[in-house]
T-cell receptor
Framework: GAGVSQSPSNKVTEKGKDVELRCDPI?????LYWYRQSLGQGLEFLIY????????KSGLPSDRFSAERTGGSVSTLTIQRTQQEDSAVYLC?????????????FGQGTRLTVV | EDKVVQSPLSLVVHEGDTVTLNCSYE??????LLWYKQEKKAPTFLFML????IEKKSGRLSSILDKKELFSILNITATQTGDSAIYLC????????????FGKGTHLIIQP
């Protein structure tokens, strides 16, 4: 597609339920990032994929969070047993290194509300 | 650990004023510094800076990088209410996560 696509755009879920967030990066982009932005906070790095592998999972806040990427394209971020503090906007970005520099293109995000 | 610090965290000015937003960085194997504007959910790209001392301009916005002192500034002249947003700065590293380290952003509010 023309840009990074995320779905759903909004998700309201009950505490304790599992949710799955999807990111469809720009075609051909090998790097994919997940970030979280809580109300009033800056962007928080969650996980980074290069192709299908995740060399850096250091940002995942707990073992309830997991992410996978298959076929070097679509990625899903899964949050199990959601808690109210998981409420945030989850942003996905993709990039394709050209030469030495990287520009990341962001999706519109998924606004997750845990009630 | 890579770090990007932005200041001020928030700023309220009147329409027509000029503002300067600051970004300092400590990024391993620094490649570039990026500025984004976030109005709703997704940041939109403004500038990528790779070389010291070369100003990038886009309309009323301009930015410059100092690789010796490890900082960048984003200037907005003749501000308009549509400039109200969170401005994010990110450092691009070639090491470790091979990704971007974001600052917490500057929340800019332009009052009419």
């Amino acid at each position: 597609g023309a840009g990074v696509s995320q779905s759903p755009s909004n998700k309201v879920t009950e505490k304790g339920k599992d949710v799955e967030l999807r990111c469809d990066p720009i075609s051909g982009h090998t790097a994919l990032y997940w970030y979280r932005q809580s109300l009033g906070q800056g962007l928080e790095f969650l996980i980074y994929f290069q192709g299908n592998s995740a060399p850096d999972k250091s940002g995942l806040p707990s073992d309830r969070f997991s992410a996978e990427r298959t076929g070097g394209s679509v990625s899903t971020l899964t949050i199990q047993r959601t808690q109210q503090e998981d409420s945030a906007v989850y942003l996905c970005a993709s990039s394709q290194r050209t030469g030495r520099y990287t520009e990341a293109f962001f999706g519109q995000g998924t606004r997750l509300t845990v009630v | 650990e890579d770090k990007v610090v932005q200041s001020p965290l928030s700023l309220v000015v009147h329409e027509g004023d000029t503002v300067t937003l600051n970004c300092s960085y400590e990024v391993t194997n620094f490649r570039s510094l990026l500025w984004y504007k976030q109005e709703k959910k997704a940041p939109t790209f403004l500038f990528m800076l790779t070389s010291s001392g070369i100003e990038k301009k886009s309309g009323r916005l301009s930015s410059i990088l100092d690789k010796k002192e490890l900082f960048s500034i984003l200037n907005i002249t003749a501000t308009q209410t549509g400039d109200s947003a969170i401005y994010l700065c990110a450092g691009d590293s070639g090491g470790g996560a091979d990704g971007l380290t974001f600052g917490k952003g500057t929340h800019l509010i332009i009052q009419p």
